[in-house]
């Protein structure tokens, strides 16, 4: 479906039912994406750090669709080459940097820049970046190290510069409605929130065969050094979710992993579960795997009134209306049958087996046409315009980030983790 179809969708069927969505009502900012065409006529130039798999295909989306929000890639950095040469055949028109602070140096005309390095290394072109004026658009999660995770955030409230943190799920529209029917009751008390991530690949990617010194380089997702794996390339995203349904963060977290299959050699986990603990007592419990794609994934936000299960779009009343009765014929022959045979008792109530229910529940939004990644960038292109970020957006990313890099930090110890006061920011929103 076309990007503009999507766009008329969001408006028409959802704008009028998310005043409710909190930190903040996202769908206003794509409200007024189509309020002012001239406001397009102002382009909005953005360069993309790291040219990866994740960078290239963001760079490809602002190739295909960024007329419709006037932004362009004119700028583009890699350390790799191939990675580099790869995007600047899809975007030829983009200057090339090998290093970033040159870029930032050179190219005079950017409004923002996208970070799709390693994660390892997102903390400090983010702030040299919003230290040059820029705004950032910065994959998830937002940094290796609770530290350097603080510094970012220090550095926005610092700058006033918008600093989006690629968790997409903030636009996509069954999560916003999905949070307009619990925040308005309809699940009635959450009080459990569980999620999970199932692959069934070694996650590596290919290593040229005369340069094997690459493989830490290449395969950063499986080193410590660089990355917590499971959680923060996968884990960050359901995180995000369960502080938004809870409007509030964990208070612990404690867990559990292991290397049970893929001993190649990786130092991250190749399974991993964890329990998030909130003030109010909801248990947000999650588990990812890369041995077994049975279940895929899921977040399931469970209610005494009714459940969602997002990734899905599918919302269930746990007293679900009655089918409708048959017409005709066949409600005769039922209700004869009914009235010779009767029912024929098989036990009491305490025998009946807590079976899963077979009813199939609706769905939150009627068609799951979009992930929210390019709505996202409809709200980044409008923080740009406007030079101040959108209020609340911030804080989810970052709350979401500390709390992945605790949960490693419970799997490694064994213990109950809290989150130190030094990183709480609700000091810079006062």
Request: glycine fraction near 8%; aromatic fraction near 10%; charge should be negative.
């Amino acid at each position: 479906m076309l990007q503009q179809d999507r766009r008329t969708f969001l408006k028409n069927s959802l704008l009028a039912g998310t005043a409710m969505i909190t930190p903040i009502s996202l769908m206003k900012v794509l409200a007024n994406d189509g309020k002012n065409e001239a406001i397009r006529k102002d382009k909005i130039f953005v360069g993309v750090i790291g040219t990866g798999s994740r960078g290239h295909h963001l760079a490809s989306l602002i190739k295909e669709f960024g007329h419709e929000i006037g932004m362009e890639v004119t700028a583009l950095c890699d350390v790799y080459q191939p990675h580099l040469e790869n995007t600047h055949s899809m975007i030829p028109e983009a200057k090339t940097y090998n290093d970033y602070r040159r870029m930032l140096d050179e190219a005079r005309e950017l409004h923002g820049v996208i970070i799709c390095t390693p994660l390892h290394v997102h903390a400090q072109p983010t702030i040299d970046a919003m230290e040059k004026g820029l705004h950032v658009f910065c994959e998830k999660a937002m940094a290796r190290t609770l530290d350097d995770t603080y510094a970012m955030a220090e550095a926005h409230y610092r700058t006033g510069k918008a600093l989006h943190i690629g968790h997409q799920r903030l636009f996509d529209p069954k999560f916003l409605r999905g949070m307009n029917k619990v925040y308005e009751g309809e699940l009635g008390k959450v009080t459990q929130i569980r999620a999970y991530w199932h692959r069934n690949n070694d996650w590596r990617r290919p290593i040229p065969e005369d340069q094997p010194e690459l493989e830490r380089f290449i395969n950063w997702r499986l080193y410590r050094e660089y990355s917590c794996g499971l959680l923060t390339e996968l884990a960050s995203h359901h995180i995000q979710v369960a502080n938004w349904v809870k409007k509030d963060i964990p208070i612990d977290v404690r867990g559990t992993g292991s290397i049970s299959f893929w001993k190649d050699g990786r130092e991250v986990e190749d399974n991993v579960a964890l329990i998030f603990t909130y003030k109010d007592g909801t248990q947000f419990i999650y588990d990812s795997m890369i041995q077994n794609r049975r279940h895929g994934l899921e977040i399931q936000v469970l209610g005494h009134k009714g459940s969602l299960e997002l990734e899905t779009n599918s919302f269930f009343l746990e007293e679900p209306p009655p089918p409708p009765k048959p017409a005709g014929i066949v409600q005769l022959l039922q209700d004869l049958e009914e009235n010779v045979l009767g029912k024929i008792p098989i036990g009491s109530s305490s025998w009946d087996p807590e079976v899963a229910m077979t009813y199939k529940g609706d769905s939150v939004v009627p068609e799951n046409l979009t992930d929210g990644t390019w709505e996202q960038f409809t709200g980044f292109a409008k923080a740009i315009r406007e030079d101040k970020p959108i209020p609340g957006l911030f804080e989810e990313g970052y709350y979401s980030s500390i709390w992945t890099l605790l949960g490693q930090q419970a799997i490694d110890t064994g213990k109950v983790i809290k989150m130190a006061e030094k990183y709480d920011i609700s000091k810079f929103l006062k």
